[in-house]
């Protein structure tokens, strides 16, 4: 999720994690995390979303944010484990940065020659400590312009991509990346709000009533949350950024 001001991730969440082993099969662990000033709050479980008391704490704490990532896993690499769960944190350019893959990537074994290292077995967090060596390599100490950032990370994503599937979510609270390698979807919430009526469980609500006109939200998912709104779909290969809760234009 990606916003123009703080704002809290309990409806969605709420059908998110109904996907952790209810409606769909992707039961081994899951993580959520939440960028606030300069912080991070992180929580992870190796337990399946559906019954974990963390995920429960989550549908009923309002935490405001305004970029949250949060996963479901289904493992295909790396045992069921803690710290095998999505998302991964690292720190870079003096900023947390968080990421998590939905995908596979078979014999992708670069070289990590810096200070980036998985703590886990996963293909995942093995391809974010990758990123984040790149990314150290080609800019130094210092962080770029979000132009130069983009379009190393188009790069960067495309390298990995061909090992296999990497659907993937990146920030570093001041933006969201997104980038599509099979399917990813997204939708804009914004003035006039309407209700929504979530996919996965008999909830619903009027945004109109907890809103006001200014804000902004943007929600990127693997397979749309809702079933009576508007999800646009990315285009396999695309990188998308998401800042103040709209699709940046590229140029």
């Known amino acids: ?29 899951w993580g959520i995390a939440f960028f606030e000033g300069a912080g991070v709050r992180h929580f992870v479980d190796h337990q399946a979303a559906v019954s974990s008391p963390i995920a429960e704490l989550i549908k009923r704490y309002p935490i405001k944010s305004r970029n949250v990532i949060a996963h479901i896993r289904k493992a ?38 810096g200070p980036y290292r998985p703590v886990g077995t996963t293909d995942s967090e093995l391809a974010f400590c990758y990123i984040m060596q790149q990314l150290r390599s080609r800019f130094g100490t210092e962080r770029p312009g979000r132009a130069a950032l983009r ?16 659907n993937m979510l990146l920030s570093s609270g001041a933006e969201l990346f997104a980038h599509c390698s099979t399917h990813l979807v997204y939708l804009v919430r914004q ?7 979530l996919s996965d469980e008999d909830v619903q609500v009027d945004f109109s009533q907890v809103t006001t006109p200014d804000d902004r939200v943007a929600i990127i998912v693997t397979q749309p949350l809702t079933s009576n709104e508007q999800w646009t779909a990315f285009r396999p290969g695309e990188l998308k ?11």
């Open 151 to 166: 379009a190393a990370l188009a790069v960067l994503t495309q390298e990995i991509a061909a090992y296999g599937t990497f």
């Open 76 to 113: 295909t690499q790396g045992q069921v484990a803690l710290e095998n769960c999505h998302p991964f944190v690292r720190e870079l350019w003096g900023q947390y940065w968080v990421f998590a893959h939905n995908g596979d990537l078979k014999a992708f074994a670069p070289v990590l020659d």
């Open 1 to 29: 999720m990606n916003c123009n001001v703080p704002t809290d991730i309990v409806f969605s969440f709420t059908g998110f994690a109904m996907r952790g082993g209810q409606t769909d099969t992707h039961h081994d662990g």
């Open 241 to 251: 950024v998401f800042v103040d809760g709209m699709p940046e234009a590229q140029l």
């Open 191 to 197: 003035f006039p709000f309407d209700t929504a009526q």
